[in-house]
C-alpha cells in the first residue's frame, strides 16, 4: 500500500441537491502518470480541488501520502504541487520574482531559494526570460512556468489541470515532454484533460469522467479491450497474388476481413496476427506492402462508450 | 472538525510582498501627491485664518488641523473624505484581483491558509495608509511649526497624536468595507462603485436622513428621545462616528458629544478645556465603535472567503 500517493474513496461533492462529483474512487500509484479524462464540467477539477483541500468533501474521503486534506489541508500543499487550469501569475514581477513569492510561501529558506529557482527555470528552459516580466509571456511560458513552481517545490506529486488547454500543437508537445521529464524524476502526476488523443501519449492510466462518475478506469490498452470487444485490428496492403482475403480469413483465430479498399485488408482478430497475416500474403503470392496494428484510440474508445450506453439505455 | 497547522503561516510573507507592489503601485503615486497637496492646501487654510483670527489660543497649534478657511475646508475635513478614498482605493480588488488574475488558487495551493492571504492583505493596506497618515501628520505639523513659529505643547502633540491613531481605525473601516465587497463581487469594477456609492450614502445622505427617520419613529413631545433617537441612528455611519471622535479630541472645551440638560451645566465654566484624559473619555465610545465596526466588517469578508470556490 506504501506505493499509493493518492487514494480517492467514493468522493462526492454536492451543490445543494446537485452533484458535481457522485462517489469517485481511484488510486494514483507513486511514479504513475494518471489522466482524469472526460468532458467540461464532468468534475475533474472539482475532483481535484477536493485532493487538495481547497473545496470541502460532501461524502467519501481522500488521502495524499496518507494525509486527510481536509484535516492536514497544509501538510497536503506541502507535497503537493498544483498547476491550475490556465493559471496565472503576478504580471508585474518578473519569473524569477513570481517563483520567489511562492517560494517564500512554501517555507523554502532564503540561502536555497536562489538556487532552486534558477534551477526550476532552467529545467523548464525559462532562464533566458527569467528576469523578464510575466506580462510579457506567452500562455505556453505562463504554463511551463507553472511546471517550473512544481519542480522548485520539490513536490512529490504534480497535480496538473488541463495542462494543454489552449496551447498551439508545438507548445502543447513541448509541455508533454516536459511532463514526462517530470515523471522521470520520481513524481507521481495526476492531470486532467478534455483532449484525449493527447494525453493518451502520456497517461499511464487514465479514468473516463462522465456526469460526475467514473464510467471506465484502466490502461488504454485495457479500456480498449472492454470498450471495443476486446481483440486487434491488423491492416494489411498487399497487391498480386491470389485471393489474398480469402488467404488471411483461413489464419486461426481471424473473425472477419474487410476490403476497405483496392489491395487494403483489415483483419479483426484475436490475437496480434501480424506475423501470421504476412506469411500468408506471402504464400498466397501477393507482394505485401505494410502491415500495422491498429492502436485503440482513446477517442475511438469514448465515443463508442458513450454510443453503447446511449444504446443500452434506448433499449432499456 | 479541527484543521492542522497555524493559520499565521505565511501571513509575514504575504503582507511584505502585497506592501510592496502598493509601494511600487501606480496608486501610491496618487496617493503621493494628494498627501502632499491636502497637507499644503490645509495648513495654507489654516494659517491665514489662524493669523487673521485668534490671538490668544492656548490650544493654537491643534487649530491647525481644525481652522477652515473658504472655500477650503479644514484638514480634519479633507480626512473625512481623504481617508475613506484611500482605503477603497487599496482594497477595492484584493480578493477579486486574485480571482481576475486567475493567481488565486495557484497561491492557496501552497502551504498556508486562507487567513494568512486575506490577513495580510488587510494588514498591508492598513500599513501603506498608516505611512501616508504619518507623512501627511507630520507635514502638516512641521510647516505649522515653520508658518507659526510657536511650538505646540505636550497636550497638543498628545492629542495631535491620538488623532492620528483615530485616523487610522476609520481608515481599517472603509479598507474592510472595501475588502468585504471585493470578496462578495468578483468584478473589480463593481465592487468599487458599490463601495464608493455605500461610502457617499453613508458620509453624505445618511446624516441628513437620520433625524428625518428619528421624528418618523419617535413622537415630537418627547423632544430629547428624538434628538437621542437621531443621534444613535447618525452614528451608524463611520464619517460620523469619525467626526465626533475628532471633534472631543482636537477641541478641549467639548464637553459632551449628546445633547446636554440645563442642570447637567449647573457650575459648569463654559469654554474651559477639558483635560486629556476626560477629552479621551467622551471620544472614547466612538473609537471602540470605529475599531468594532472594523472587526465586524473583516470577519464578514472573512467569512464569505472561507466559504467561496478558489476556481477561476
Known sequence: ?316 | MRRKGSPWQGLGVVTLKELSDHLVSARMRVLEWLVVLVALAAVYGAITQIRDVTAEDPFLFLRLFTTARDPLPSFVAFLGFLVPLMAIGLGFDAVNGEHNRRTLSRILSQPIYRDALLFGKFLAGLAVISISLLCLWLLVIGLGLLLLGVPPGGEEMARALIFLLVTIAYAGVWLALAMLFSVIFRSAATAALVTLGLWLFLSVIWPALAPAIAEALVSPEHQATLVVTGQMLARLSPSTLYGECVLALLDPTTRTLGPVYLNQLEGAIMGSPLPLWESLMVAWPQTVGLVAASILLFVGGYVGFQRQEVRA
Not at chain 1, 501569475?89 to 513570481?98: E, V
Not at chain 1, 470498450?227 to 496492403?237: I, K, P, S
Not at chain 1, 485488408?265 to 484475436?270: I, K, N, T
Not at chain 1, 496476427?273 to 485503440?296: I, M, T, W, Y
Open chain 1, 1 to 316: 500500500m506504501s506505493d499509493i500517493v493518492i487514494a480517492a474513496k467514493g468522493l462526492s461533492k454536492r451543490y445543494g441537491t446537485a452533484y458535481a462529483v457522485n462517489g469517485v474512487s481511484f488510486d494514483v500509484a507513486a511514479g504513475e502518470i494518471f489522466g482524469l479524462l472526460g468532458p467540461n464540467g464532468a468534475g475533474k477539477t472539482t475532483t481535484i480541488l477536493m485532493l487538495l483541500g481547497l473545496c470541502d468533501i460532501s461524502a467519501g474521503e481522500a488521502r495524499v501520502f496518507g494525509h486527510d486534506p481536509m484535516r492536514e489541508p497544509l501538510m497536503v500543499k506541502r507535497l503537493v504541487g498544483y498547476l491550475p487550469d490556465s493559471v496565472g501569475f503576478y504580471d508585474h514581477l518578473t519569473a524569477a520574482d513570481n517563483l520567489h513569492y511562492t517560494a517564500r510561501l512554501m517555507g523554502i529558506d532564503a540561502a536555497a531559494r536562489g538556487k532552486r529557482i534558477a534551477a526550476a527555470l532552467d529545467r523548464v528552459g525559462l532562464s533566458a526570460v527569467a528576469d523578464k516580466k510575466v506580462g510579457t509571456f506567452s500562455r505556453g511560458m505562463r504554463q511551463r512556468l507553472g511546471l517550473a513552481e512544481i519542480v522548485m517545490k520539490e513536490a512529490r506529486v504534480a497535480i496538473l489541470d488541463e495542462p494543454t488547454n489552449g496551447l498551439d500543437p508545438q507548445a502543447s508537445v513541448e509541455l508533454l515532454q516536459l511532463i514526462r521529464l517530470l515523471k522521470d524524476h520520481g513524481v507521481s502526476i495526476l492531470l486532467s484533460s478534455h483532449l484525449l488523443d493527447r494525453v493518451q501519449s502520456v497517461c499511464d492510466r487514465v479514468a473516463l469522467f462522465t456526469a460526475g462518475r467514473i464510467a471506465l478506469i484502466g490502461t488504454v490498452a485495457e479500456l480498449g479491450r472492454q470498450v471495443l470487444g476486446g481483440g486487434y485490428a491488423v491492416e494489411v496492403e498487399a497487391d498480386g497474388g491470389n485471393n489474398i482475403a480469402k488467404a488471411l480469413s483461413a489464419l486461426p483465430g481471424v473473425r472477419s476481413v474487410g476490403e476497405p479498399g483496392p489491395g487494403r485488408f483489415r483483419m479483426a482478430c484475436d490475437n496480434d496476427l501480424r506475423a501470421e497475416a504476412a506469411g500468408a500474403v506471402v504464400a498466397a503470392g501477393g507482394r505485401l506492402k505494410q502491415l500495422s496494428l491498429d492502436q485503440p484510440s482513446l477517442e475511438t474508445i469514448y465515443t463508442r462508450y458513450f454510443q453503447n450506453a446511449q444504446e443500452a439505455r434506448d433499449a432499456a
